[in-house]
Every structure is written in structure tokens, then in C-alpha cells.
T-cell receptor
Framework: ETGVTQTPRHLVMGMTNKKSLKCEQH?????MYWYKQSAKKPLELMFV???????ENNSVPSRFSPECPNSSHLFLHLHTLQPEDSALYLC?????????????FGPGTRLTVL | GQNIDQPTEMTATEGAIVQINCTYQ??????LFWYQQHAGEAPTFLSY??LDGLEEKGRFSSFLSRSKGYSYLLLKELQMKDSASYLC??????????WGAGTKLIIKP
């Protein structure tokens, strides 16, 4: 059971394809995040949006392009990816004005780049 | 640099108790989180510590010592469903979460 949904759950794409990952949160939160999770490595923060404004871009290559049309939806547009971009991409949301600002995660999109 | 250390893998027996340690070196401290992640699933929030001491939630407890840069997650009465990875994360002075690589916990009957 989760208040954060992600689609698709699995994606296989070639290096020349363009695809988009979608995230939706039903928790009324005001911040949303994209993370990359590779095997046996710590979660890597990619992008942060506070109140629909991007506040963090942790040196992510331009082949990843985020979009946040409103506080409930977040997209990650992908183009000309590399095989090393294969990973689990996780979306999270939080309430930045709360005491703990706990992040709640979606189930992720397992991306394979051929 | 900032660093979170936790064991890569641990094995325990059903019904027993296990303690997963996490040590951290971060620029500032604004809270420590533990998450559970089953294979192929979302990380789910377990606990939050910002003050020294023990926080208990049913079979799970989390301890924090800020002076030692140390936390542990204690799991009691282990069940097979507790087999998962356990992630430790620290919020630094820039309010960013710094993550450990996770501890894979294997429960044997």
C-alpha cells in the first residue's frame, strides 16, 4: 500500500529512444524527488522539487530531464541514454513543512538500457 | 566527505534478535532515518531519530548517539518477512538526505 505511484514499473529501451517515467503522489505533499538506485550503492538523489520549483539538480546528465507540472505529478524524460543508466528509478514525496519531513517512496521503475 | 557505513549483509535466525549498525560522518545533523526495502519494492519508512536515545515501535527499535555518530536498528522476534534490505539515512546541515548502501538481512528458519 503506497500513496506514491509510478509508471511504468518496468521499461526496456534502446539508446536512441525517448521515454518518460511518471510519478503521482496522493499524500498532499509539497516536495517531490527523483532517485537512482543501483545495486549495492546508496540511493543517489537526482532532482528535488519544492512547491513545483526545482531546487536541486545533483550534476545529473542532460539526457535526464525532469518536469513537475503540479505538486502531485512528477515526470522524468529520458533520451539517448547509456547502458550504465540501467537502474531502479525511485520517486518520493514529503511534506517539507512537517517536523520530520519524512520521504515516502513509490515502487520504482526498473529501467534497462540496451 | 560525507559517509554512511552499514554492514553489507547479515544473517539471523527466525525468532531471534538482530542489531543493524549505522555510523555516519556528515556535515551537520538534522535527523536519522531507517527504511526497509523488500526486493523489487519501495523503501518504506521505519523510524526517525533526532535526539539521543531509543525509540521503540513494536518489534523494531532504533537508537541514536549523536556524539558517537552512531545508530542501530534492533529487530526482535524475527519473522521470515523481515528478510529485506535496511537503509540508514542522515539529514545533513543542508537538509539533504545522505544514504547508506543498505544492509541485506537474511532470515533463516
Amino acid at each position: 500500500e503506497t500513496g506514491v505511484t509510478q509508471t511504468p514499473r518496468h521499461l526496456v529501451m534502446g539508446m536512441t529512444n525517448k521515454k518518460s517515467l511518471k510519478c503521482e503522489q496522493h499524500l498532499g505533499h509539497n516536495a517531490m524527488y527523483w532517485y537512482k538506485q543501483s545495486a549495492k550503492k546508496p540511493l543517489e538523489l537526482m532532482f528535488v522539487y519544492n512547491f513545483k520549483e526545482q531546487t536541486e539538480n545533483n550534476s545529473v546528465p542532460s539526457r535526464f530531464s525532469p518536469e513537475c507540472p503540479n505538486s502531485s505529478h512528477l515526470f522524468l524524460h529520458l533520451h539517448t541514454l547509456q547502458p550504465e543508466d540501467s537502474a531502479l528509478y525511485l520517486c518520493a514525496s514529503s511534506q517539507r513543512t512537517s517536523d520530520t519531513d519524512t520521504q515516502y517512496f513509490g515502487p520504482g521503475t526498473r529501467l534497462t538500457v540496451l | 566527505g560525507q559517509n554512511i557505513d552499514q554492514p553489507t549483509e547479515m544473517t539471523a535466525t527466525e525468532g531471534a534478535i538482530v542489531q543493524i549498525n549505522c555510523t555516519y560522518q556528515t556535515s551537520g545533523f538534522n535527523g536519522l532515518f531507517w527504511y526497509q526495502q523488500h526486493a523489487g519494492e519501495a523503501p518504506t519508512f521505519l523510524s526517525y531519530n533526532v535526539l539521543d536515545g531509543l525509540e521503540e515501535k513494536g518489534r523494531f527499535s532504533s537508537f541514536l548517539s549523536r556524539s558517537k555518530g552512531y545508530s542501530y536498528l534492533l529487530l526482535k522476534e524475527l519473522q521470515m518477512k523481515d528478510s529485506a534490505s535496511y537503509l540508514c539515512a542522515v539529514r545533513d546541515s543542508n537538509y539533504q538526505l545522505i544514504w547508506g548502501a543498505g544492509t541485506k538481512l537474511i532470515i533463516k528458519p
